[in-house]
T-cell receptor
């Protein structure tokens, strides 16, 4: 089944404790991205990747890192999480950059205390 | 002015009603347009692309008005299962790349 998977789905952590949210797609898509969704602010792009080893900042990259060592995986790293990073995070992929349908993972609900 | 604007609603309609949402965009160079559907606390999913000539998929009709810079989504014969948030998405050219701009969504509740 074609899908985007994210782990973990739910995470409660404390300020400053490094964490990684994994994202994997099995559709051989070139383009992958991370979003956060907050009430009243909608979906905002954090980082995106056009292909392996090619990543770039989205609209709200501060406090986040990403890597794209393999085509299928695009982990999101929070080196020192803070409470303002409490949010619902979505990973998405598409065949190429944005022209095609975006496939989203199920989301990761992160709470930083 | 926001790049993509939607009436947040909520729209409360009875089953069987026809309901329409509009989405306005500010960048006249916008290239591609989509409607996504998002159920509560779940991931967005593509509902339909919006073509210049307008397009229909079952009970759903999408239209584009470039002159007035808006797209619309019409839902006929509303079902309870249509209750969701509908997100308007616009793709614009940003330098050498394309950029996806998301609306905040319009909430629809279809009531028995």
């Amino acid at each position: 089944e074609a899908q985007v998977t994210q782990n973990p789905r739910y995470l409660i952590t404390v300020t400053g404790k490094k964490l990684t949210v994994t994202c994997s797609q099995n559709m051989n898509h070139e383009y992958m991205s991370w979003y956060r969704q907050d009430p009243g602010l909608g979906l905002r792009q954090i980082y995106y990747s056009m292909n392996v080893e090619v990543t770039d900042k989205g609209d709200v990259p501060e406090g986040y890192k990403v890597s794209r060592k393999e085509k299928r995986n695009f982990p999101l790293i929070l080196e020192s999480p803070s409470p303002n990073q409490t949010s619902l995070y979505f990973c998405a992929s598409s065949l190429r950059q944005l022209t095609y349908e975006q496939y989203f993972g199920p989301g990761t609900r992160l709470t930083v205390t | 002015r926001k790049e993509v604007e939607q009436d947040p609603g909520p729209f409360n309609v009875p089953e069987g009603a026809t309901v329409a949402f509009n989405c306005t965009y500010s960048n006249s160079a916008s290239q591609s347009f989509f409607w996504y559907r998002q159920d509560c606390r779940k991931e967005p999913k593509l509902l339909m692309s919006v073509y210049s000539s307008g397009n229909e998929d079952g009970r759903f009709t999408a239209q584009l008005n470039r002159a007035s810079q808006y797209i619309s989504l019409l839902i006929r014969d509303s079902k309870l299962s249509d209750s969701a948030t509908y997100l308007c998405v616009v793709i614009i050219n940003a330098g050498n790349n394309r950029k996806l701009i998301w609306g905040l969504g319009t909430s629809l509740a279809v009531n028995p």
